[in-house]
């Protein structure tokens, strides 16, 4: 799948030529006209009432000239009262029609527009969500938020903006070019003649603009991201740490400079778009004068015809020219809808079972067992896991250690159904994982890892959100297992106390412990701790150990380790090397053996005796 930068090229608001990314993304993913169609048949009805809608508004404001006519060669000159009362209330009517007519369009085109953009929005953020973790790895965050936002943000333009408008500009225009033909054919065939210079001048100045605004674009867009990367709480960590604040600080007033000499450079083109603008609506009109002054191409023109023309003719200037840009329009449209779709085509890697088995879960023991098991990454030369035969029974606690790459974490995650074996399979009291629902997986296995993700939230929220209907004295119980409960309470506001960015009102302890209390709330029957205290010092380790030893009670634990002194007490432990189990025994038979768990424990300076 192709990925393409955060925000995947300009909406269809943004108009002039065909930008090379929308063209190129219909290229590789090309959508079909009959399944954008299918997002919108729901409201076929609200959509045949919007265009019925914007065909009568055009139609009923094409009156306006002829009311103008007959008031200006007739009511007025005759003094005829009642002639210019039903003109100047027809004229009044009118606009109110119009004014009513286009709120109503608006109304119902928004409300079908929010209603598409809602369904598509979550049914995107509902399949991401079932993606597996290679996605994530694979794609930045950046194109995933882009996609959820400005993408099916851009789609509510599609309809209430860009198809309207086109329906309104193609009515409008129509609907003028009769009028114009009805009032005078003669200044009709003059504008024939007219027009297409005038357009030609504006688009011209109008794409000079659109470039310093798409380079200006581009540069507040490097400008943005300077800012999140300078003054997030890790950037500003990351440039006190290494002294690059100087450097940073140049490099933002460099940019700061080039968007100051390109703002220069918009308000001159914008200056020169609006003059064009200006002398094209005063040259036109001028022309029209001019012919229908003249006693050889006037043919008895009256004043009122020549008034209500040469209106007619400005009323058509602006939706001509937004006509000539429907196919930049249209292609950014179906690039938004390209885009979407193709998230929502990507194949669920992790997806529910087509028969689930449903077991009862407090009456789980927790046995797990690894059935030649073996794991294959897409693109990798060798597998990740090789022929992996383990069983660990109910209640008991095996280690996983070796080296980095060794398949530790790969084999832990399989667990919690992080991944799927390629071959094999993983069971749960002799079920494979993947005949279990989804959900049923998540309440039996808990996982608690080195990386600790904390939401800007309170304390409180961070631990309900593993378990949303759980009481106040199941969080504090939770608390007080994982031995942090002490430190909530002497916060300011308690378990209130809000947690800030990512956690950093913590210390990596703390929130290793507010992980856990987290994970044990949900009194999962397994539990996987994936080097749950490698990054910490041997204080903070040591309080992080004694909340995973109350974890470990009357649980399933597989401790995947760095540090082997942690795993001394284990049932068993396992020695992987490139995927496979090497060696497998408590920690005084793998010493004894002086094999590769002796080897990496002399290597670690973490050898001990056999018998303390």
């Keep these: ?133 290679s996605f994530f790895t694979r794609t930045r965050g950046g194109e995933i938020q882009s996609r959820l936002t400005n993408d099916i943000g851009g789609m ?80 500003v960590l990351l440039s006190k740490t290494l002294g690059t604040g100087p450097s940073m600080s140049r490099r933002f007033a460099d940019t700061s400079a080039e968007l100051a000499d390109l703002e220069v450079h918009a308000q001159l083109s914008g200056r020169w778009r609006m003059a064009t603008m200006n002398i094209v609506f005063a040259a036109i009109p001028a022309v029209l004068y001019l012919v229908a002054g003249l006693p050889a191409t006037s043919g008895g023109m009256t004043i009122g015809t020549l008034v209500a023309f040469t209106g007619l003719q400005a009323a058509l200037f602006r939706p001509l020219m937004s006509l000539l840009d429907v196919g930049v329009s249209v292609t950014a449209s179906l690039a938004l809808f390209s885009r979407i779709f193709e998230y929502l085509d990507l194949i669920v890697e992790i997806d529910e079972p087509a028969d689930p088995v449903r077991l009862d879960l407090d009456r789980v023991a927790g046995a797990v067992r690894f059935e030649d098991v073996s794991l294959y990454y897409p693109g990798a030369d060798r597998p990740a896991l090789d022929h992996i035969d383990l069983d660990v029974p109910a209640g008991a606690q095996i280690a996983l250690v070796g080296e980095t790459g060794s398949g530790k974490t790969t084999l832990g995650s399989l667990v919690a159904r992080l ?102 709330l949900r009194d999962p029957r397994i539990l996987v701790l994936d080097e749950a205290t490698s990054a910490l010092d041997n204080e903070t380790e040591r309080a992080v150990q004694q909340a995973l030893d109350a974890a470990r009670r009357g649980r399933t634990t597989i401790t995947i380790a760095h540090r082997l002194s942690t795993v001394r007490a284990a049932d068993a432990i396992a020695v992987l090397d490139r995927g496979r189990i090497v060696e497998l025994g408590s920690h005084d038979e793998l010493l004894a053996r002086d094999g590769r768990y002796a080897e990496l424990a002399m290597r670690r300076d973490e050898r001990v005796t056999a018998v303390a």
Aim: hydrophobic share 45%.
């Design 156 to 235: 509510q333009n599609v309809v209430t903006s860009t198809a309207t408008s086109i329906a309104a500009n193609i009515t409008t225009v129509v609907g003028t070019a009769v009028a114009m033909a009805v009032l005078s054919w003669r200044l009709s065939l003059l504008s024939l003649v007219v027009l297409p210079p005038a357009i030609w001048l504006t688009r011209k100045v109008a794409l000079m603009r659109r470039e310093v605004t798409a380079r200006q674009q581009r540069r507040l867009a490097d400008m943005q991201t300077q800012i999140e990367e300078g003054l997030s709480i890790s950037g």
């Design 419 to 520: 991944h799927d074996p390629t071959t094999g399979r993983v069971t749960i009291d002799g079920v494979d994982l993947r005949d279990l629902p989804l959900s049923d997986v998540a309440a039996l296995v808990g996982v608690v890892s080195q990386e600790t993700y904390l939401l800007h939230a309170t304390v409180r929220e961070n631990l309900r959100y593993a378990k949303p209907d759980a009481t106040d004295a199941e969080i504090e119980d939770a608390a007080r297992a994982a031995q942090i409960h002490d430190l909530i309470v002497s916060l300011p506001d308690g378990y209130d106390t809000l947690v800030g960015a990512r956690g950093h009102r913590f210390s990596g302890g703390e929130k290793q412990r507010l992980a856990i209390a987290r994970t044990l």
């Design 1 to 133: 799948m192709m990925h393409l930068p955060p925000g995947g090229g300009p909406g269809p608001g943004r108009r002039g030529k065909v930008d090379p990314l929308d063209r190129r993304q219909l290229q590789d993913s090309p959508v079909s006209l009959r399944r954008i169609g299918a997002l919108f048949a729901p409201y076929r009805w609200q959509i045949a009432l919007v265009v019925a809608l914007i065909v009568t508004s055009s139609v009923i404001s094409l009156a306006s000239p002829f009311l103008v006519r007959a008031a200006i060669d007739h009511a007025i000159p005759e003094q005829n009262v009642s002639l210019l009362l039903w003109v100047v209330a027809g004229m009044l009517a009118v606009t109110v029609a119009s004014s009513v007519l286009g709120v109503a369009q608006t109304w119902i085109s928004t409300t079908v527009g929010q209603r598409i953009m809602h369904g598509l929005r979550t049914r995107v953020f509902a399949h991401l969500q079932r993606q597996s973790l």
